[in-house]
């Protein structure tokens, strides 16, 4: 429930305590305009209220226990929200001797959780070692996790480690889609006391041999990780796309455009589809199939403006891409927009923040897909960049990007 007190926002909820005897009141302050990067703070944890009958005992079900603060995601207040939210809420729900034994991650660079994952997370979960992570970071913490997860072969010891996600990123895609269903933003808070989990599932973005992963805020490129046959390969679970989105994503990538959190979107759409020097919207160049009930189905236009193949339902809290996409269900929506002109996208796709109402206009394709291929056919280095998560890959002149949903998960993520 919500309470408005003036000057500031008062988000309240009821969690289970471990051992099902008591449930534990939690009050967050989230300040008035609710800015969705800046967490909260904690203003009070009420009275237990003892249960007439309690309800399951999860105490053995504790897991070895990581915190990952990433320090850099969103605007940067994962240490402070850990320290001054959620520390005392575990301290609540599960006693200071528990929490003592939680081992804490700060993030120092861009890879510090592709590291983690790869050093300390994989080894373990390997040998089937029970793992919870919980995760202070946007949908970038989770796609490195997948990576990280999904960069070796599993033995069958392998058991997925449990991840809290605490929303921390700029627009929390995954997070606002599992938890589409709720009037309020809780960030994550009531799901630290929950041990009920499920698969995520996940999908393969696989490259032509010449693409580069962006770094640094594009200052720089690496190597992709390779498959059998050369090409490059990165692990998804919110979205890949080309064209539009993915420019905006690619050009939103610097201290300036991220000083303003989430509306860093909104500015570099409109710069994207009205130029400031008076040119039209660049038309992008490029060959679309997408693959349904084991069959390719190429898409007659060879011009685009929108291209994106999504596994949620929220690019942002208010703004549904997906709307026949449910929380978790492993399902892939493509949402594709032909050539129009700037305004004409920037109408259309102002609909999702209408429940999604975009996808019934007759100039957007929404279809249910297995797969998505796209063939870029451009020459300029910034009109071949794809995102996959957040993350920006650039792909060769005649570069590709084949997209598949996957059967198996490698983790699984806590729910309410």
Same mark, same amino acid.
């Given at each position: 429930? &919500?309470?408005?007190?003036?000057?500031?926002?008062?988000?309240?909820?009821?969690?289970?305590?471990?051992?099902?005897?008591?449930?534990?009141? !939690?009050?967050?302050?989230? +300040?008035?305009?609710?800015?969705?990067?800046?967490?909260?703070?904690?203003?009070?944890?009420?009275?237990?209220?003892?249960?007439?009958?309690?309800?399951?005992?999860?105490?053995?079900?504790?897991?070895?226990?990581?915190?990952?603060?990433?320090?850099?995601?969103?605007?940067?207040?994962?240490?402070?929200?850990?320290?001054?939210?959620?520390?005392?809420?575990?301290?609540?729900?599960?006693?200071?001797?528990?929490?003592?034994?939680?081992?804490?991650?700060?993030?120092?660079?861009?890879?510090? !959780?592709?590291?983690?994952?790869?050093?300390?997370?994989?080894?373990?979960?390997?040998?089937?070692?029970?793992?919870?992570?919980?995760?202070?970071?946007?949908?970038?913490?989770?796609?490195?996790?997948?990576?990280?997860?999904?960069?070796?072969?599993?033995?069958?010891?392998?058991?997925? =480690?449990?991840?809290?996600?605490?929303?921390?990123?700029?627009?929390?895609?995954?997070?606002?889609?599992?938890?589409?269903?709720?009037?309020?933003?809780?960030?994550?808070?009531?799901?630290?006391?929950?041990?009920?989990?499920?698969?995520?599932?996940?999908?393969?973005?696989?490259?032509?041999?010449?693409?580069?992963?962006?770094?640094?805020?594009?200052?720089?490129?690496?190597?992709? =990780?390779?498959?059998?046959?050369?090409?490059?390969?990165?692990?998804?679970?919110?979205?890949?796309?080309?064209?539009?989105?993915?420019?905006?994503?690619?050009?939103?990538?610097?201290?300036?455009?991220?000083?303003?959190?989430?509306?860093?979107?909104?500015?570099?759409?409109?710069?994207?589809?009205?130029?400031?020097?008076?040119?039209?919207?660049?038309?992008?160049?490029?060959?679309?199939?997408?693959?349904?009930?084991?069959?390719?189905?190429?898409?007659?236009?060879?011009?685009?403006?929108?291209?994106?193949?999504?596994?949620?339902?929220?690019?942002?809290?208010?703004?549904?891409?997906?709307?026949?996409?449910? =929380?978790?269900?492993?399902?892939?929506?493509?949402?594709?927009?032909?050539?129009?002109?700037?305004? &004409?996208?920037?109408?259309?796709?102002?609909?999702?923040?209408?429940?999604?109402?975009?996808?019934?206009?007759? +100039?957007?394709?929404?279809?249910?897909?297995?797969?998505?291929? !796209?063939?870029?056919?451009?020459?300029?280095?910034?009109?071949?960049?794809?995102?996959?998560?957040?993350? !920006?890959?650039?792909? &060769?002149?005649?570069?590709?990007?084949?997209?598949?949903?996957?059967?198996?998960?490698?983790?699984?993520?806590?729910?309410?």
């Amino acid at each position: 429930m &919500e309470f408005d007190h003036g000057d500031c926002l008062t988000v309240s909820m009821w969690t289970p305590s471990l051992d099902g005897t008591h449930y534990i009141l !939690i009050d967050l302050h989230v +300040g008035a305009e609710e800015n969705p990067t800046h967490a909260p703070m904690l203003l009070g944890t009420g009275t237990p209220k003892r249960l007439k009958s309690p309800g399951p005992d999860r105490t053995v079900e504790l897991r070895e226990t990581h915190i990952v603060l990433s320090t850099g995601s969103g605007s940067k207040r994962a240490v402070f929200f850990f320290e001054w939210a959620v520390r005392p809420i575990l301290k609540k729900l599960y006693g200071e001797a528990e929490v003592a034994k939680m081992k804490v991650h700060t993030t120092e660079s861009e890879t510090s !959780i592709l590291e983690l994952t790869n050093d300390v997370f994989f080894p373990r979960a390997n040998t089937g070692k029970p793992l919870r992570i919980v995760l202070f970071s946007g949908d970038g913490g989770i796609v490195d996790l997948v990576n990280g997860l999904s960069s070796k072969p599993r033995s069958d010891a392998y058991i997925a =480690p449990q991840v809290v996600l605490l929303p921390l990123g700029t627009a929390n895609a995954l997070y606002h889609s599992i938890n589409v269903a709720t009037e309020e933003n809780k960030w994550g808070v009531h799901t630290l006391g929950s041990t009920t989990a499920k698969p995520l599932p996940i999908f393969t973005a696989t490259f032509s041999p010449g693409a580069r992963l962006l770094v640094d805020q594009a200052r720089s490129s690496q190597a992709l =990780p390779k498959d059998e046959h050369g090409n490059g390969v990165l692990h998804g679970a919110v979205v890949c796309s080309w064209a539009v989105h993915a420019s905006i994503v690619a050009d939103t990538d610097t201290p300036e455009y991220r000083s303003h959190g989430v509306d860093r979107f909104k500015m570099a759409a409109t710069e994207a589809l009205h130029p400031s020097d008076g040119s039209p919207p660049h038309t992008y160049r490029g060959r679309i199939s997408y693959l349904q009930d084991g069959t390719w189905h190429e898409i007659e236009e060879k011009e685009h403006a929108y291209v994106l193949a999504t596994m949620v339902s929220n690019l942002e809290r208010p703004f549904c891409v997906s709307p026949r996409s449910s =929380p978790l269900d492993g399902s892939m929506h493509l949402v594709h927009l032909g050539p129009m002109d700037g305004d &004409e996208v920037m109408r259309i796709m102002g609909l999702a923040y209408q429940g999604g109402k975009h996808v019934e206009e007759e +100039g957007v394709r929404y279809e249910s897909i297995d797969g998505l291929r !796209i063939e870029v056919l451009e020459g300029e280095e910034r009109w071949r960049r794809v995102c996959v998560d957040g993350k !920006i890959v650039r792909v &060769e002149e005649g570069g590709w990007v084949e997209v598949r949903k996957e059967k198996s998960s490698v983790l699984d993520i806590v729910v309410a």
